[in-house]
């Protein structure tokens, strides 16, 4: 496996011109980017690394038909959910980078997202309380905590401004084995369909939007290297551009 090989497709002013076959508009006043997390599952059981991907419904406005990962809007709540276990210092200290919002949050959010689109729950047995924060009640109910530590921050990327939704999404991976409490199969589900773990290079193959691509570059790079030190890219774009800065 080579370095990142969207690295410089990023750096060039047409990456996001390339048709990934979402929605742009031209408007005076772009919409607020909303926070969002994804969760990039990696399995490793097998010849090849595999990632966890589905496809999102037509019906959506943001990016129909196209192959994702789970993931999605941070919910003001996802912050007081109980855990089993709490961030790695270091991922916390990456993820308050340029946000008020803690950084706990951002995971929990990939957690219950990752439960909500594919039943498969990045948690630990435990006895929750009775009390849940709002969205979080059928995850504890099945007396599961969410298992943080085996997630790491990779990446974060703003929609651009000439989209009509826009999010500012954190993206973390963690090892399935580490991270899952079984080994359940993915369930699909009314936000995602056809979920299948894939190898990077089948991955690659699907019809994905251009920022996806490029967090499998970045996945592909980390599991050549795992002792590669830089941080997370941070993909940000405005009317006058784009910039990629590592944080």
């Known amino acids: 496996m080579n370095s990142n090989p969207h690295s410089d497709t990023l750096m060039g002013s ?7 076959g979402d929605v742009i508009e031209t408007r005076k006043r772009s919409p607020r980017p909303k926070d969002a997390a994804t969760l990039i599952l990696v399995r490793r059981d097998a010849a090849e690394p595999r990632v966890l991907m ?4 037509a019906r959506h406005a943001f990016m129909p038909d196209k192959y994702v990962f789970p ?3 941070v919910d003001p709540q996802d912050g007081k959910a109980v855990s089993y276990c709490e961030l790695d210092a270091q991922q916390e200290r990456l993820l308050r980078i340029q946000t008020r919002r803690k950084p706990r949050a951002f995971a929990l959010t990939a957690i ?3 439960f909500e689109e594919t039943g498969l729950l990045v948690a630990r047995d435990a006895e929750m309380p009775d009390r849940h924060p709002i969205g979080w009640k059928p995850f504890h109910e099945l007396d599961a905590a969410p298992h943080l530590s085996p997630l790491t921050f990779i990446g974060r990327a703003i929609t651009p401004p000439y989209r009509p939704k826009r999010f500012d999404a954190r993206f973390f991976m963690a090892n399935a084995e580490d991270a899952l ?3 359940r199969p993915p369930v699909d589900g009314a936000e995602l369909s056809d979920l299948q773990w894939v190898t990077l290079e089948d991955a690659l193959a699907l019809d994905l939007p251009n920022v996806t691509r490029f967090m ?3 996945i592909e790079e980390r599991l050549d290297k795992p002792s590669l030190n830089r941080g997370p890219p941070f993909l940000r774009w405005t009317r006058s551009g784009h910039s990629t800065d590592r944080l």
């Open 14 to 20: 047409a990456f996001d011109k390339e048709d990934d």
């Open 54 to 57: 589905g496809k999102r419904s």
């Open 71 to 73: 993931g999605g809007r």
């Open 112 to 114: 219950r997202e990752t």
């Open 181 to 183: 409490i079984d080994e």
């Open 216 to 218: 499998l570059g970045e």
